[in-house]
């Protein structure tokens, strides 16, 4: 594999693409100039930041330091997560404990298939792929749900009345918040090779891997990205409908904030 740098002016420079979306948005009035250069500059810092802290863990290759990093992940994802939860209670908890099976039982796997190092520089990169895409199904779940429940509170309510548990009055609910959560990585991976080259199949071909060789890396990506969104999704479905009734079986929609 060819050793790829890009030179400090050469990055600099490429910053002047952002200018053609800014001056779209200053044109259409779309009113996003501000939000653009504050998400690019924040990216920037946080990017600096992680790539120093990655440069010393994988320098130093220690075990416990690459597990903290891991958890790293985890935590912020659950956090972000929680903000997409629309009151839920115990959020956080709910999507920390999906994403933490998630994540562990993936990267697991992968470590008993012998398809990765327990290596820092592996381990990490793979967590953060599997907790980002999961937390964003995650927050898909959590959307779907209140929104159903929202729509469908008298149909629920009916149905409690008549005896029926929250687990069956809720369970075409959670099956759809499912189905919501996984949708958009179908719909991506359905494209991939024909639409849409993915990025780190792109990002290894352009460091100069053999294409072939970097399909099987992006192949084995999509594996573990059904395998962690289908565990995190299930885990916080699961228990999050359950937060929307109260001991005495009834429906209760949480007040967002």
């Known amino acids: 594999m060819t050793n790829l740098k890009i030179s400090n002016l050469s990055l600099g420079l490429a910053a002047l693409m952002v200018v053609i979306t800014l001056i ?10 501000k939000e653009i250069i504050w998400s690019i500059f924040r990216a920037i810092i946080q990017l600096i930041i992680i790539g120093f802290a990655l440069r010393f863990i994988f320098k130093v290759n220690n075990f416990f330091l690459t597990i903290v990093m891991m958890l790293f992940i985890v935590v912020n994802a659950a956090y972000n997560g929680k903000k997409r939860a629309h009151g839920i209670p115990h959020a956080f908890m709910i999507s920390f404990v999906g994403l933490f099976c998630g994540t562990a039982i993936t990267v697991s796997l992968m470590l008993l298939t012998k398809v990765m190092k327990p290596a820092p520089f592996q381990t990490i990169p793979v967590t953060g792929m599997i907790a980002g895409n999961s ?9 779907s749900l209140y929104q159903s429940f929202s729509e469908n509170s008298k149909r629920v309510e009916e149905m409690l009345a008549l005896g029926a548990s929250p687990k069956l009055a809720a369970g075409e609910i959670v099956r759809q918040a499912l189905h919501f959560g996984l ?17 780190m199949m792109s990002g290894l071909i352009m460091a100069g891997l053999d294409p072939v060789e970097a399909i099987k890396y992006q192949i084995l990506v999509v594996f573990m990205l059904f395998c962690s969104t289908g565990i995190s999704t299930s885990i916080a479905g699961f228990w999050a409908y359950k937060e929307y009734f109260d001991q005495n079986w009834r429906l209760v929609i949480p007040e967002t904030k």
Do not use: C, E, F, W
Not at 24 to 33: D, G, V
Not at 183 to 196: H, N, W
């Open 183 to 199: 949708q958009p990585t179908i719909d991506s991976v359905r494209m991939y090779g024909l639409v849409q080259l993915p990025g």
């Open 24 to 33: 779209i948005s200053y044109y259409q009035k779309l009113h996003l100039n």
């Open 135 to 143: 937390m964003a199904a995650i927050g898909l779940v959590y959307s």
